[in-house]
């Protein structure tokens, strides 16, 4: 089994920062992407940033400039570090891994969820 627990979210005022992690436990061979989604009321869950095993980086062009998403490989886990927050940001931040695990011999490929964390931005 594969969990991803993520931590750091809660209520900032505008302009303000928090730093959101996502750590990924249980039988893992590798781990391809890591990667932070939102999603708001009433709209679909959108990609916020995205990074890869080597570093590279992908951010959705509302946060480019504001957020910076980081990796430790040796630990698994995703960073996501929010500043200049706006109440625009205000949704539930869900981390994704592409993931691999060995099963019987064989390499397979998942796509693991976490349960989402709470940020609210208040104006």
């Known amino acids: 089994q594969v969990q991803l627990v993520e931590s750091g979210g809660g209520l900032v005022q505008a302009g303000g920062s928090l730093r959101l992690s996502c750590a990924a436990s249980?039988?893992?061979?590798?781990?391809?992407?890591m990667g932070w989604y939102r999603q708001a009321p009433g709209r679909q869950r959108e990609l916020v940033a995205g990074i890869t095993s080597v570093g590279t980086t992908n951010y959705a062009d509302s946060v480019k400039g504001r957020f910076t998403i980081s990796r430790d490989n040796a630990k698994n886990t995703v960073y996501l570090q929010m500043n200049s927050l706006k109440p625009e940001d205000t949704a539930v931040y869900y981390c994704n891994a592409d993931l691999g695990r060995l099963e019987g011999g064989r390499f397979r490929r998942y796509d693991y969820w976490g349960q989402g964390t709470q940020v609210t931005v208040s104006s």
């Open positions: 249980g039988s893992i061979f590798s781990i391809n992407v």
